[in-house]
C-alpha cells in the first residue's frame, strides 16, 4: 500500500519561512506533489518533483530526496494568505495496472502577524 | 475559476436518500477524478475515469457509483446515504491519463446527510 506522513499543524510569522516535510512509503514511485487548499476551497496545485533536488517556484520550493523516501515543501517570505493546509501526494499503481494520486493527511499552516 | 465545474455547491439530505453530483471537467481534460475529503481522512481517492472508461478504482463503497458520458462530464451517484457520507466531495480533471500532477479541482460539492 501507500502512506504518506505530514506534520498536522505548523504554526509561523508574517515573512518567515516554513517547511512543511512529507515521508512516503509506496511500492513504485513515479514522483511528489503539492497541493494547497483554503478552508472550504479546492486544492490547487503547487509543484512536483520526480528527480532529486529542489525545484523553485516564487515564494514556493519543493524538495525531493528518492533515497530517504522524503520531500519538503519551503514557503518563503510568507504571508497571511499562505494560512491553508499543504497536502503531498505520491502516483500509486494498483494491482488492476491503473493507478490513483494518494494524498496525505495534509499540515494546516497557521500564519500570524 | 479552476474551469472545473461541480454543481451543487451544497446538497442536504435525509438517510437513505440517493443524490447525484455533477461534474464538468476543464475544457480539453480527457480524465476526471473523484475524491471524497471528511474532517479526519483527508483526501481519498474513489474513482477516475478517462475519455469515457474507467480507469482506476479506490475504495469506493458499492453504494456509490460514477460514469462518465459521451461529453466527458461526470456524474458521481451515492444511494442509501448514511451520516458517514457527509463530506466534501471533490472533482478534479486533467488533460493526461496516467498523471501525479497538474490535477485542476473543481470547488466541491459539501454533502449533509441529516
Known amino acids: 500500500g501507500q502512506s504518506l506522513e505530514q506534520p498536522s499543524e505548523v504554526t509561523a510569522v508574517e515573512g518567515a519561512i516554513v517547511q512543511i516535510n512529507c515521508t512516503y512509503q509506496?511500492?513504485?514511485?513515479?514522483?511528489l506533489s503539492w497541493y494547497q487548499q483554503h478552508d472550504g476551497g479546492a486544492p490547487t496545485f503547487l509543484s512536483y518533483?520526480?528527480?532529486?533536488g529542489l525545484e523553485e517556484t516564487g515564494r514556493f520550493s519543493s524538495f525531493l530526496s528518492r533515497s530517504d523516501s522524503y520531500g519538503y515543501l519551503l514557503l518563503q517570505e510568507l504571508q497571511m494568505k499562505d494560512s491553508a493546509s499543504y497536502f503531498c501526494?505520491?502516483?500509486?499503481?494498483?494491482?488492476?495496472?491503473?493507478?490513483?494520486?494518494?494524498f496525505g493527511t495534509g499540515t494546516r499552516l497557521l500564519v500570524s502577524p | 475559476d479552476s474551469g472545473v465545474t461541480q454543481t451543487p455547491k451544497h446538497l442536504i439530505t435525509a438517510t437513505g436518500q440517493r443524490v447525484t453530483l455533477r461534474c464538468s471537467p476543464r475544457?480539453?481534460?480527457?480524465?476526471v477524478y473523484w475524491y471524497q475529503q471528511s474532517l479526519d481522512q483527508g483526501l481519498q481517492f474513489l474513482i477516475q475515469?478517462?475519455?469515457?472508461?474507467?480507469?482506476a478504482k479506490g475504495n469506493i463503497l458499492e453504494r456509490f457509483s460514477a460514469q462518465q458520458f459521451p461529453d466527458l462530464h461526470s456524474e458521481l451517484n451515492l444511494s442509501s446515504l448514511e451520516l458517514g457520507d457527509s463530506a466534501l466531495y471533490f472533482c478534479?480533471?486533467?488533460?493526461?491519463?496516467?498523471?501525479?500532477?497538474?490535477?485542476?479541482f473543481g470547488s466541491g460539492t459539501r454533502l449533509t446527510v441529516v
Open positions: 518533483n520526480a528527480l532529486d
Open positions: 475515469y478517462y475519455n469515457g472508461e474507467e480507469r
Open positions: 509506496t511500492s513504485g514511485f513515479y514522483g
Open positions: 501526494a505520491v502516483r500509486a499503481f494498483m494491482n488492476t495496472g491503473f493507478q490513483k494520486l494518494v
Open positions: 478534479a480533471s486533467s488533460v493526461y491519463r496516467d498523471t501525479n500532477y497538474g490535477y485542476t
Open positions: 475544457s480539453g481534460d480527457l480524465s
